[in-house]
């Protein structure tokens, strides 16, 4: 901390990030669950934005039960991935995706309709290619990090 600046003028000063939370789902056959959000062209991870002061794996947990309908724990950190500012995006992008296990591909799924206009269990290659360019890499990291038992950072 600054000698120079009381703590409330030092933690203001410091960077901010906005946060995001996904869940890699998988089927008993390894095809990874994404969601067809209808705000945007590509499909996606089930998660979404962190809110203030909520935890990242918490975040992850409730965006998967408010847009499929499922209690999943969000298990281990699979990837972490930085995204620096972009266009209106003043800030960067800091992306978690946690390890929210297999489940069974006839589970019933509950979709957030103000949100969502589908769900598939892809292939993992296939789904790489579904995601927005700037997204598959998460997915990448993650689908290795579950193999090889550790996180990834993706930049």
């Known amino acids: 901390m600054s000698a120079q600046l009381p703590p409330a003028e030092w933690f203001a000063s410091l960077p901010t990030a906005y946060l995001a939370a996904s869940g890699l789902i998988t089927d008993e056959s390894g095809r990874v669950l994404l969601v067809d959000p209808n705000y945007r062209e590509d499909w996606t991870l089930p998660g979404g934005v962190v809110e203030a002061g909520e935890a990242p794996h918490a975040g992850c ?38 390890d929210c296990g297999t489940i069974d591909s006839t589970t019933p799924v509950r979709l957030q309709a103000e949100e969502l206009d589908d769900y598939a269990f892809v292939a993992p290659e296939r789904a790489v290619t579904m995601l927005h360019p700037h997204i598959a890499p998460r997915l990448e990291a993650a689908l290795r990090a579950r193999t090889e038992g550790a996180a990834i950072y993706v930049a």
Do not use: M
């Open 61 to 98: 947990e409730r965006e998967v039960t408010e847009e499929l309908g499922l209690t999943l724990p969000a298990g281990p950190l699979l990837a972490c991935h930085w995204s620096a500012p972009q266009g209106v995006r003043p800030k960067p992008f800091l992306s978690f995706v946690f």
